[in-house]
């Protein structure tokens, strides 16, 4: 790892309500922008379970699963990317 040559430029943990902030609303944007790419292809009647009898909700509700799974999807994926990008703990080895 190499070393950090400008600990004081480092900028400061933003506190966990911006941090969910940052993470829950690009990902209910996008989550909205999936669904309508994917309904404008697919017609909700016509969905199947795995190939076998079709699922027997309302057009709103297969809307509304779709989109919170969408929303939960995405807002994941940020989340790990949010993790990774976070400043691990300084290493000093001895010299």
Do not use: C, K, N
């Not at 697919?42 to 509304?64: K, N, Q, R, T």
């Not at 940020?78 to 300084?90: C, D, E, F, K, N």
Request: aromatic content about 12%.
């Amino acid at each position: 790892m190499l070393p950090d040559r400008h600990p004081h430029l480092q900028l400061p943990t933003p506190p966990f309500r911006l941090q969910a902030l940052l993470i829950l609303w690009p990902a209910f944007v996008m989550a909205g922008v999936l669904e309508m790419l994917v309904f404008a292809v697919v017609d909700p009647a016509s969905l199947h379970w795995f190939g076998a009898e079709a699922i027997d909700w309302s057009h709103s509700a297969v809307y509304s699963v779709s989109f919170l799974i969408f929303w939960g999807v995405i807002a994941t994926s940020t989340a790990i990317t949010q993790l990774l990008l976070a400043p691990g703990p300084a290493i000093h080895a001895p010299r």
